[in-house]
């Protein structure tokens, strides 16, 4: 039975005691504990049960490979499941309970599973279930759900605070032993900037525990002296509680930072840390590989280093009798410790014919049984460890010798932690001596320009002892040599299958030898393959412990060397991340933050009536006491027309295109041709996706040589920004070109009407004629004491000017206008005002007008297409048999024969009826108002060959039986010949 030693551990407090729960018992720790120690210290061994069968687990690990003791912690709103024991910090009131079972965790119903295993292996699942076929969704599924998971999900808000945080440096160190600190303390004493993290509370890693001497000193002596050093260090951020998530291109690596942790003190939970470095060392260590053999899998079977981890760092005795099961000289280390604590090692099974190593001449000078060429048959027990029943390695599983313990050691060899270098390219080795893959050199991750992203150090780059390990820092160091090792997957080599049937690979997933075996048989020769037949690797632990030791047995049962088999996908992050941490400060208000322009709270004391526009709120119109909406709008559009309009246009997107390939790039990205655009000019463009149909539209204005102005919708910005990135980062990254979105630097404000220029010559500053600034034209100056981009364009056909100001500036600007508008009947009018004059004129409008199948040919912009250039995103796909389809239905205008407005989005219909039974159809109308200047209503839609077909009269059926009767007009209502813009 484990329990506390009374004297020792080296991260605890015992000044601190710590109270908490496990299943509702009450149990003591001390601070400096992880949960998992303090449980092992409380003595509870049994932890959880595993996924399929349900079998009883308990600790295996010490660290994030831990794939057993996970449990739910906490209640109500901070209730989290499936937290790692191991990796989990003590704190006082901690609340943990057992996960994978019903009614308890000693007594599990689902237990029964593990009687049926022979009937239940690998890919049970894609072989029944198959019928009959009403059981699936009555039957099988529901059980199945409610099987599927281990932990129980929260189920109310989370009230903790997450946050992110941004750095940069010249060279990131991933972990804080004595590998990295070596490194760290070289690149900053070189007068770099680094940043060091360290996903564990201490500093040191293993050499603490395992002993040594680095530069005369005692380990723990030496990294407090490195740490204190560097942590004076101007140019050095030293990170405990900051896991390395992932490294990825361009030196972009995610840290994931445990900050105030279970503490109500204001600061976040977890912070996630975006870095950008020009050298990543990867000094993540090596994580020690379990042993193949029946019984594995029962609760006190841990890892050897796991063992003397409990043990030195936190005064825990696993057990009292322990038994260590290795193939390699590391894990007399723990039978050394075992027995320094003063309890008992029976004895040290060695699959290797002799142990002549420093070590095991220690272990047996210390009187320690030492049994080479020996394996372990079975492990005895089933809830807890009660012996081993010990056999030849060589043979079958005949036993030889029962050996009563509580704990078994294991250790079959150590597997570099290569998982960021992995993350971005870089390719590894198997090393056949130490039976491991570890990191190429001569194959690094690489950045644009081919140098090296990340170099490894330490036991990640497969240097196991310490003297290896500080002589590549340049630093001497000595610790007792070890022996080869001799590569072990099952014991024993030739075991039956009724021992493999209990020989665990993947703990949590219930992964046998058995079934990776039965994989390869049924031709799953992919490791990637195998992976997702069996779920091998698919625990939340990302198979850390078992995916190694998994394809060795699938390259064995292939007949083919290991690294022909080669290994699974490492994918980030290195352990799981809370969604909390994903999302930031963006939940709640923040998660979807209303956009405001300068002069919302102007809009708002007005009386304005919202509109969303993307994130964005607009005003739809400004009624007046007593007012409906559509009165108010119909005052706007009057006003506007016939005296001079404010509508705020600071919502447009306004993206800076810069570059000497910035025409280049413009003209693939727009249908017309922008790289001719004179400077000063202006230009209406539209954008297509590779798919031909119409994405954005607005007007292009070319500021300087090298440096364009694209205006997009309101609710496209963001999209047609993220557009831009997507091609020059992905497909053109060689081109020299440089996006920036502005939207949010500049106010806006359209002025339109007849007195739009008087309005503006009051103002004074500028020469706004149309001879100094003509339509489609762009000036700067200073308009009224603002500085000022004056554009000539027009959306609504009447004279019009768009003017942007900065954006601190807006509602002082907004404010003058009206101020020395009054004279002229100055009113401000909404999106509703805007989309009807816009309609009157017959200028489409994104998302009315188009819907995703849409494009510039249907909408009788052909004119905006160029004849000039051979190609613009989307040419291609318009060249398809279905987009030059004469059938296609085409941009008409819309009349109702009694002046009646049309209902938005009803179907013109045809003769006859489709195979479902519907009228078929024939149009469809897409934008539809009423004209206060026309006084009836005027609708846009697209008709089957709708423009050779003026004058028909179409049936659009609508609710209640009604069938409104519309004649096919031109599209432009208002204005045909443009005079009013022009003048």
Same mark, same amino acid.
């Given at each position: 039975?484990?329990?506390?030693?009374?004297?020792?551990?080296?991260?605890?407090?015992?000044?601190?005691?710590?109270?908490?729960?496990?299943?509702?018992?009450?149990?003591?720790?001390?601070?400096?504990?992880?949960?998992?120690?303090?449980?092992?210290?409380?003595?509870?061994?049994?932890?959880?049960?595993?996924?399929?069968?349900?079998?009883?687990?308990?600790?295996?690990?010490?660290?994030?490979?831990?794939?057993?003791?996970?449990?739910?912690?906490?209640?109500?709103?901070?209730?989290?499941?499936?937290?790692?024991?191991?990796?989990?910090?003590?704190?006082?009131?901690?609340?943990?309970?057992?996960?994978?079972?019903?009614?308890?965790?000693?007594?599990?119903?689902?237990?029964?599973?593990?009687?049926?295993?022979?009937?239940?292996?690998?890919?049970?699942?894609?072989?029944?279930?198959?019928?009959?076929?009403?059981?699936?969704?009555?039957?099988?599924?529901?059980?199945?759900?409610?099987?599927?998971?281990?932990?129980?999900?929260?189920?109310?808000?989370?009230?903790?605070?997450?946050?992110?945080?941004?750095?940069?440096?010249?060279?990131?160190?991933?972990?804080?032993?004595?590998?990295?600190?070596?490194?760290?303390?070289?690149?900053?004493?070189?007068?770099?900037?680094?940043?060091?993290?360290?996903?564990?509370?201490?500093?040191?890693?293993?050499?603490?525990?395992?002993?040594?001497?680095?530069?005369?000193?005692?380990?723990?002596?030496?990294?407090?002296? #490195?740490?204190?050093?560097?942590?004076?260090?101007?140019?050095?951020?030293?990170?405990?509680?900051?896991?390395?998530?992932?490294?990825?291109?361009?030196?972009?690596?995610?840290?994931?930072?445990?900050?105030?942790?279970?503490?109500?003190?204001?600061?976040?939970?977890?912070?996630?840390?975006?870095?950008?470095?020009?050298?990543?060392?990867?000094?993540?260590?090596?994580?020690?590989?379990?042993?193949?053999?029946?019984?594995?899998?029962?609760?006190?079977?841990?890892?050897?280093?796991?063992?003397?981890?409990?043990?030195?760092?936190?005064?825990?005795?696993?057990?009292?009798?322990?038994?260590?099961?290795?193939?390699?000289?590391?894990?007399?280390?723990?039978?050394?410790?075992?027995?320094?604590?003063?309890?008992?090692?029976?004895?040290?099974?060695?699959?290797?014919?002799?142990?002549?190593?420093?070590?095991?001449?220690?272990?047996?000078?210390?009187?320690?049984?030492?049994?080479?060429?020996?394996?372990?048959?079975?492990?005895?027990?089933?809830?807890?460890?009660?012996?081993?029943?010990?056999?030849?390695?060589?043979?079958?599983?005949?036993?030889?010798?029962?050996?009563?313990?509580?704990?078994? #050691?294991?250790?079959?060899?150590?597997?570099?932690?290569?998982?960021?270098?992995?993350?971005?390219?870089?390719?590894?080795?198997?090393?056949?001596?130490?039976?491991?893959?570890?990191?190429? #050199?001569?194959?690094?991750?690489?950045?644009?320009?081919?140098?090296?992203?990340?170099?490894?150090?330490?036991?990640?780059?497969?240097?196991?002892?310490?003297?290896?390990?500080?002589?590549?820092?340049?630093?001497?160091?000595?610790?007792?040599?070890?022996?080869?090792?001799?590569?072990?997957?099952?014991?024993?080599?030739?075991?039956?299958?009724?021992?493999?049937?209990?020989?665990?690979?993947?703990?949590?997933?219930?992964?046998?030898?058995?079934?990776?075996?039965?994989?390869?048989?049924?031709?799953?020769?992919?490791?990637?393959?195998?992976?997702?037949?069996?779920?091998?690797?698919?625990?939340?632990?990302?198979?850390?412990?078992?995916?190694?030791?998994?394809?060795?047995?699938?390259?064995?049962?292939?007949?083919?060397?290991?690294?022909?088999?080669?290994?699974?996908?490492?994918?980030?992050?290195?352990?799981?991340?809370?969604?909390?941490?994903?999302?930031?400060?963006?939940?709640?208000?923040?998660?979807?933050?209303?956009?405001?322009?300068?002069?919302?709270?102007?809009?708002?004391?007005?009386?304005?009536?919202?509109?969303?526009?993307?994130?964005?709120?607009?005003?739809?119109?400004?009624?007046?006491?007593?007012?409906?909406?559509?009165?108010?709008?119909?005052?706007?559009?009057?006003?506007?027309?016939?005296?001079?309009?404010?509508?705020?246009?600071?919502?447009?997107?306004?993206?800076?295109?810069?570059?000497?390939?910035?025409?280049?790039?413009?003209?693939?990205?727009?249908?017309?041709?922008?790289?001719?655009?004179?400077?000063?000019?202006?230009?209406?463009?539209?954008?297509?996706?590779?798919?031909?149909?119409?994405?954005?539209?607005?007007?292009?204005?070319?500021?300087?040589?090298?440096?364009?102005?694209?205006?997009?919708?309101?609710?496209?910005?963001?999209?047609?920004?993220?557009?831009?990135?997507?091609?020059?980062?992905?497909?053109?990254?060689?081109?020299?070109?440089?996006? #920036?979105?502005?939207?949010?630097?500049?106010?806006?404000?359209?002025?339109?009407?007849?007195?739009?220029?008087?309005?503006?010559?009051?103002?004074?500053?500028?020469?706004?004629?149309?001879?100094?600034?003509?339509?489609?034209?762009?000036?700067? *100056?200073?308009?009224? *004491?603002?500085?000022?981009?004056?554009?000539?364009?027009?959306?609504?056909?009447?004279?019009?000017?768009?003017?942007?100001?900065?954006?601190?500036?807006?509602?002082?600007?907004?404010?003058?206008?009206?101020?020395?508008?009054?004279?002229?009947?100055?009113?401000?009018?909404?999106?509703?005002?805007?989309?009807?004059?816009?309609?009157?004129?017959?200028?489409?409008?994104?998302?009315?007008?188009?819907?995703?199948?849409?494009?510039?040919?249907?909408?009788?912009?052909?004119?905006?297409?160029?004849?000039?250039?051979?190609?613009?995103?989307?040419?291609?796909?318009?060249?398809?048999?279905?987009?030059?389809?004469?059938?296609?239905?085409?941009?008409?205008?819309?009349?109702?024969?009694?002046?009646?407005?049309?209902?938005?989005?009803?179907?013109?219909?045809?003769?006859?009826?489709?195979?479902?039974?519907?009228?078929?159809?024939?149009?469809?109308?897409?934008?539809?108002?009423?004209?206060?200047?026309?006084?009836?209503?005027?609708?846009?839609?697209?008709?089957?060959?709708?423009?050779?077909?003026?004058?028909?009269?179409?049936?659009?059926?609508?609710?209640?039986?009604?069938?409104?009767?519309?004649?096919?007009?031109?599209?432009?209502?208002?204005?045909?010949?443009?005079?009013?813009?022009?003048?």
């Amino acid at each position: 039975m484990s329990t506390r030693l009374a004297k020792g551990g080296r991260l605890i407090d015992r000044a601190k005691p710590l109270n908490f729960t496990f299943n509702g018992k009450p149990m003591r720790g001390y601070a400096g504990d992880t949960l998992a120690s303090a449980l092992l210290g409380a003595g509870q061994v049994m932890l959880g049960r595993s996924f399929k069968y349900h079998r009883p687990r308990g600790l295996v690990a010490s660290g994030a490979e831990e794939p057993n003791a996970l449990v739910n912690l906490g209640r109500n709103n901070r209730h989290e499941p499936d937290q790692r024991t191991t990796t989990t910090e003590l704190f006082e009131g901690a609340e943990a309970t057992s996960q994978n079972h019903w009614p308890s965790l000693e007594f599990d119903v689902g237990a029964i599973n593990d009687t049926f295993y022979r009937f239940l292996p690998a890919g049970f699942y894609y072989k029944t279930f198959m019928a009959p076929r009403f059981a699936w969704k009555h039957v099988f599924e529901p059980i199945i759900r409610q099987s599927a998971g281990l932990g129980a999900a929260p189920k109310e808000a989370d009230p903790d605070r997450y946050e992110q945080a941004y750095d940069y440096c010249d060279v990131l160190v991933v972990g804080g032993g004595v590998a990295g600190l070596a490194a760290a303390l070289t690149e900053a004493l070189a007068g770099k900037r680094v940043i060091v993290m360290e996903q564990t509370a201490h500093w040191g890693g293993r050499a603490p525990v395992d002993g040594g001497q680095i530069d005369g000193q005692e380990p723990e002596a030496w990294v407090a002296a #490195a740490v204190e050093t560097l942590s004076g260090m101007a140019n050095v951020r030293m990170m405990l509680r900051t896991m390395a998530a992932g490294l990825h291109d361009h030196g972009y690596a995610i840290g994931y930072q445990s900050v105030g942790e279970h503490a109500a003190d204001g600061r976040p939970r977890h912070r996630l840390w975006r870095v950008r470095a020009g050298l990543t060392i990867t000094a993540s260590g090596a994580i020690e590989r379990p042993i193949a053999f029946s019984g594995n899998d029962v609760p006190g079977v841990m890892l050897a280093s796991a063992v003397r981890d409990y043990l030195v760092n936190w005064a825990v005795s696993p057990g009292d009798r322990v038994v260590v099961v290795t193939n390699n000289d590391d894990a007399y280390r723990t039978a050394l410790a075992v027995q320094a604590a003063g309890l008992t090692v029976p004895a040290i099974i060695d699959a290797r014919e002799a142990a002549t190593g420093e070590l095991p001449e220690l272990a047996r000078a210390r009187g320690i049984k030492v049994m080479t060429g020996r394996g372990v048959a079975k492990v005895l027990g089933r809830k807890s460890v009660t012996g081993v029943e010990i056999c030849a390695q060589a043979g079958e599983g005949g036993v030889i010798e029962t050996v009563a313990c509580d704990c078994v #050691a294991m250790s079959g060899g150590w597997s570099p932690v290569v998982h960021l270098w992995s993350h971005c390219g870089g390719k590894l080795v198997w090393d056949d001596a130490a039976a491991m893959f570890r990191p190429d #050199a001569t194959r690094p991750p690489t950045g644009a320009a081919g140098e090296p992203l990340a170099r490894v150090v330490g036991a990640a780059n497969g240097l196991l002892q310490l003297g290896a390990i500080m002589d590549e820092a340049g630093i001497p160091a000595v610790s007792e040599a070890e022996a080869p090792l001799m590569p072990v997957w099952v014991m024993p080599a030739g075991a039956k299958e009724k021992l493999k049937f209990k020989a665990f690979l993947d703990y949590q997933n219930d992964v046998k030898v058995s079934d990776v075996q039965l994989a390869a048989r049924e031709g799953y020769e992919s490791v990637e393959h195998t992976k997702r037949y069996t779920t091998l690797g698919m625990a939340s632990d990302q198979g850390k412990l078992s995916n190694i030791n998994g394809l060795a047995i699938l390259s064995d049962a292939l007949g083919r060397p290991i690294p022909v088999t080669g290994t699974t996908t490492f994918r980030p992050p290195y352990t799981p991340i809370s969604f909390g941490a994903v999302t930031g400060e963006a939940r709640g208000e923040l998660f979807q933050p209303l956009r405001r322009t300068p002069m919302h709270g102007w809009h708002e004391a007005k009386g304005a009536h919202w509109e969303p526009v993307g994130l964005w709120r607009r005003p739809y119109c400004y009624p007046k006491s007593g007012e409906s909406h559509r009165t108010a709008v119909n005052r706007e559009i009057v006003n506007t027309r016939t005296n001079v309009g404010l509508l705020d246009a600071s919502t447009l997107g306004k993206i800076v295109v810069k570059g000497p390939d910035a025409g280049r790039f413009l003209d693939m990205l727009y249908t017309n041709m922008m790289s001719n655009l004179a400077v000063g000019k202006c230009r209406y463009g539209l954008m297509c996706n590779e798919n031909g149909f119409l994405s954005d539209d607005g007007v292009v204005v070319r500021l300087s040589e090298d440096t364009w102005l694209c205006h997009t919708t309101s609710g496209g910005a963001d999209r047609i920004h993220g557009w831009m990135e997507d091609w020059l980062q992905c497909e053109w990254w060689d081109w020299k070109v440089y996006t #920036a979105n502005l939207t949010e630097q500049y106010a806006q404000v359209a002025v339109v009407g007849p007195k739009a220029r008087m309005l503006l010559e009051k103002l004074g500053g500028m020469d706004v004629s149309k001879e100094a600034l003509p339509f489609m034209t762009y000036a700067e *100056g200073t308009l009224g *004491g603002f500085p000022a981009r004056v554009f000539r364009i027009s959306f609504s056909g009447e004279l019009s000017y768009e003017i942007a100001v900065p954006a601190n500036m807006g509602l002082a600007f907004w404010e003058a206008l009206n101020a020395a508008g009054e004279e002229f009947g100055v009113m401000p009018y909404g999106t509703e005002a805007l989309h009807v004059m816009r309609a009157e004129k017959g200028f489409i409008m994104i998302g009315d007008e188009t819907d995703g199948t849409v494009i510039p040919q249907d909408l009788g912009l052909g004119w905006a297409i160029s004849k000039k250039k051979q190609d613009y995103l989307g040419k291609r796909a318009q060249e398809r048999s279905h987009m030059t389809d004469p059938k296609r239905w085409k941009l008409v205008g819309l009349e109702t024969l009694d002046g009646s407005v049309l209902p938005d989005g009803v179907y013109a219909v045809a003769e006859g009826h489709n195979a479902n039974g519907q009228r078929n159809t024939q149009g469809r109308v897409t934008s539809t108002y009423y004209s206060p200047m026309l006084k009836r209503g005027i609708a846009m839609g697209l008709v089957l060959n709708g423009p050779d077909r003026m004058g028909e009269v179409l049936d659009f059926p609508a609710d209640k039986g009604a069938v409104f009767k519309a004649k096919i007009v031109d599209p432009v209502f208002y204005d045909k010949e443009g005079e009013k813009a022009n003048v």
